[in-house]
């Protein structure tokens, strides 16, 4: 699998901040890529050096074959972006919007409303058109920034937190459009989020934490190396349960056990089988990576 | 092109979208228009009558053309500068909102971003002075019309001129502003201050010799007497004609700022056009030199 994204060695400071410390990875064309860290941790730096919006101090980043040094411009109509704020012109109709952030595409006429069409059904927006930007829900607002950033086909999407805050219904709509243009055309998605289930769904995942990859693989690979089992056991009594010698807690209609990994649960089930009438093993959570990483939780962006 | 045709049409819509900027942009004009029906007008009027010989009678038409030629022209001097400001300040606000960044995404040039928002001030500026214009010819054919075809055209010319400068000048300072706070510091000192420091609220010829000398330097206070000139000149010959001396007609016009002196010497009205012209040339040079050089070194 080609890489579409090589970052290496890559460094940024703000004054005495070192926001990005010899940062390397890369990302696999077609991937779902997702990008952990909590406020601070250095993703907007990073992200804004691969749109070009930042110079970096040091470091080396290709996409799609291009250097950000010398084909910028090239590897500017790659890029699609929503930003973790809506940028749009909030005084300007959903059409207006569209029509001048196509236009720096060169996407305009025909072009434009042909590919205006495919979107708008995509992405459900059709009967807004005509409606002001700043007059929108978020969830609609969010769907023209999704929009905007497909609207010249770029080869990437970069999604900084694009569904904090959105209520469920947009957020399985973007996840269906974002699942589909994957599958059909191949596009590589960069997404920081808070959420960690989307975190799970993944192809690759990079955590940083203070400028630095603390750890990086796929979800999987993560779980296996940073967090253990859980064995939900249902029916047994307390009494049955204390005879395994494991830590456990009481929850609802059952106990949960935690085992160090999948082995260990294996043995545990064939030492004591009459405890195990009807259970469940399960891998830990991405916020347990998370958690076991960096040593701070990550929910909804703020540090605990 | 495409681009930045759509880029200008934004711009323009997003001016007059945003009822804020929109609005601001006239606060100066309706300043103007309210010192003049509180007490401006009564003093233009006394100032001319008070220097004519008593011998000589003019009729209030003439009179109210020339006070209504005094009014127009500083309200479309003031409205050419603070317009082109107000307009301007959407390169500042696209900044505060983060709006930059997603056009910065894109793989448009920033010469075709500088070049439409300067474009889309200046037509922005344009619509709404040559509606002042319309309005400002109106009424002075209602109180006294003394002008010709040609102080009509050349009318035009000074406000295109005066329009350019603006928006060249605001253009160079909003490059360093980034906040909302900077939009309206900068905005009240212009639309407070532009209407004294350009001769608009009271002529220059007014100020201490001082101050007349230092406000000779800047290039607006001929734009201010080009439109002056030319929205008053039929008024003061058809005054001639009536029989006012001309003596006492160049008092009035050095007293009104038709006419200007730089350190003594009268400035002709083809070397106010040429200050003003050559002003415009470099204000955009210096605007292209600062986007090139920021653009090397941002």
Known sequence: MKNIIQIDHLSKSFGDVKAVQDLSFHVNEGELFAFLGVNGAGKSTTINILCGQLTKDSGDIMIDGYSLDKDLDSIKSKLGVVFQNSVLDSA????????SRAALYGIVGKAFQDRLSVLSKMLEFGD??????????????????????????PKILVLDEPTTGLDPQTRKTLWRVIYDLRKNENMTVFLTTHYMEEASEADYVVILDNGKI??????????????????????AAENEIRTLGTEYEAIKDAYRLFVPN??????????????????????GKMD???LAVTGKKLLGGIEK | MSTVFALIKRNIK?????????????????????????????VYRESFTSGLPKSLSLSDNMINGLVGGQLISSILAVSCVTVAFCANFLVVQDKVNGTVKDLRIS?????????????????STLMICFVAIGICLAYLSFVGWYMSATDVILLFLDVLLLALFGTALSSIINIYLSTQGQISAVGTIISAGYGFICGAYMPISSFGDGLQKALSFLPGTYGTSLVRNHAMQGALEEMNRQG????????????????????????????????????????????????FMRKRNP
């Open chain 1, 92 to 99: 300007l109709t959903v059409y207006d919007n569209l029509e």
């Open chain 1, 128 to 153: 807004i058109l005509k409606r002001q930007v700043g007059k929108l829900s978020g969830g609609q607002r969010r769907r023209i920034d999704v929009a905007r950033a497909l609207f010249h086909k």
């Open chain 1, 214 to 235: 603390s750890a990086e693989g796929t979800p999987l690979e993560l779980k296996n190396a940073y967090t253990g089992d859980y064995i939900t056991i249902y029916g």
């Open chain 1, 262 to 283: 999948t082995g260990a649960a294996t043995q545990l089930i064939l030492k004591y089988p009459d405890v195990f009438r009807d259970y469940e093993i399960t891998k």
């Open chain 1, 288 to 290: 347990d990576v998370f």
């Open chain 2, 14 to 42: 997003l001016f007059f979208k945003d009822k804020g900027m929109f609005f601001t942009s006239l606060i100066t004009p309706a300043i103007l228009l309210v010192l003049y029906v509180t007490f401006l007008g009564k």
């Open chain 2, 107 to 123: 793989p448009v040039r920033s010469s075709s971003l500088s070049i439409s928002y300067y474009i889309a001030s200046l037509i």
């Open chain 2, 244 to 291: 006012v001396p001309m003596k006492v007609i160049e008092g009035i016009k050095d007293s009104l700022d038709c006419n200007l002196y730089f350190f003594g010497h009268h400035v002709e009205i083809s070397s106010m056009y040429m200050i003003l012209g050559i002003t415009v040339v470099i204000l955009i040079g210096i605007y292209i030199l600062i986007n």
